[in-house]
């Protein structure tokens, strides 16, 4: 080998050298700081406290949670869930550009379930959180319908202006909050729910800030025998995961002249139990405008549902699925777009489940197509049974020989309304949610029963 080809080997053997030796230093410097990255879960350039709500001061020191929170905004349908935005002409009385489906025009069903309630008026399909507390303030149930303070608790940032008017006493707050008429306890909340509404101001641990829930889960425990539970002791962080969901993503009713917010747990949160409770206390929402009937309302029971499927027997969290973690550089945290998992379904499916994502969509739509129809053959034995009963009480039957039509009634529309207000079109526990609908179809069998022989009853569709 000549001298000068000794050379260039030389020159090239050092210049691979340095290009890999500036490549692994490249590499180090980069994990060095996406390890300081995660050593260090915020950075805190202003100030957050117990008493700061507004989320964009607490986006300065979380702005990668911040911009994941404020694209709760958008609006994108799935098949089954979800609203396309219907654009409007903002006004002084109204300043939205946008709403979204009135679902009692899509499904006049159900606006005859509920003749007689605020929702037979105005139903809308369900929005992003950062819609919940003006889409709320516009509705024509509040607007048209005198409603208590209560119905802000799970419509708006509560935590400051609760303990604002307990004195300090959170409980104290909450309680006079629900007795305030809607109209007035409304103009001292400006957010929808917010950071502080889930975090500790300090420490960032997730938190229980609602004494509805605190009562709820406490009196559920005690149904197992546990006493005095306290999820902000006692909870794992895991179900902390799903706890600060359930805060709103409920059953309740309003208890009482204080319209104090009560989550029905008091023996189980099976549909049943809650059932089996509202006819212990003799609760009713409201007697049914064309049968006379004292029925139910059943709100949004995700958490209720969610316990009963196999993602929470298989320790998964709300938070898992609607929050997936992500990665930011070197740091992870949770996607606080808080959306369907149909629309992210990378993080939220596949983190579990090894099977591409059409397979996984193809599966939740399978679950959803059935469970819509089988609530279509509920609802519509339960309008045959409205029908029904309707034409007797017309033709002069008495409450006795509707007795059996009522409870009926009542029956099957809390358990068709059960699954239909979850929002999970059947399949946060399809075995349980079609269990229900199976249940309601033999309580309006049983009511349609009970009618025969009374003058004005009798068959109403051929099929």
Known sequence: MSESTSSKNLFWTILATVAITSALAALLVNVVEHKEEAKHAFFRVVEVTDETDDPAVWGKNFPLHYDAYKRTVDMQRTRYGGSEAEKRNPTAADPRDSVSTEKIEEDPRLKRMWLGYPFSVDFREERGHAYMLVDQRHTKRVLEFKQPGACLNCHASTYNFMKKLGGGDITKGFELM???????????????????????????????????????????????????????????????????????????????????LTFPWH???????????????????????????????????????????????????????????????????????????????????????????????????????????????????????????????????????????????????????????????????????????????????????????????GKVRAD
Request: glycine letters at 6%; a neutral charge; hydrophobic letters at 35%.
């Open 178 to 260: 629900n007795k305030m008429p809607y109209a007035e306890a409304t103009k001292s909340v400006t957010h929808p729910v917010a950071c502080i509404d889930c975090h500790d101001s300090q420490t960032m641990a997730l938190r229980i800030t609602r004494p509805a829930f605190l009562e709820g889960i406490r009196n559920f425990k005690k149904s197992q025998g546990i006493e005095n539970y306290d999820p902000n002791t006692m909870a794992s962080a895991q179900e902390m995961r799903s706890y600060v969901c359930g805060q709103c993503h409920v059953e309740y009713y309003f208890k009482g002249d204080e319209k104090r």
């Open 267 to 457: 023996k189980g949160l099976k549909a049943d139990e809650i059932y089996s409770y509202y006819e212990e206390v003799k609760h009713k929402d409201f007697v049914h405008k064309e049968t006379g009937a004292p029925v139910l309302k059943a709100q949004h029971p995700e958490f209720e549902i969610y316990n009963m499927g196999i993602h929470a027997a298989s320790g998964v969290a709300c938070a898992d699925c609607h929050m997936p973690y992500k990665r930011e550089g070197g740091t992870k945290i949770s996607d606080h777009q808080v959306r369907s998992p149909m629309l992210n379904v990378n993080r939220a499916c596949q983190g579990c489940h090894r099977f591409s994502e059409q397979e996984m969509k193809a599966r939740v739509e399978t679950i959803q197509t059935r469970f819509i129809e089988a609530r279509n053959v509920a609802m519509d034995a339960l309008m045959d049974l409205i029908e029904e009963t309707k034409r007797a009480r017309a033709a002069g039957a008495t409450d006795e020989q509707l007795k059996g039509a009522w409870a009926g009634q009542r029956k099957a529309q809390f358990f068709i309304d059960f699954v239909e207000a979850e929002n999970s079109v059947g399949f946060h526990a399809p075995g349980e949610e079609l269990r229900l609908l199976t249940q309601a179809l033999d309580a309006i069998r049983k009511g349609q029963i009970s009618l025969r022989g009374v003058a004005g009853a």
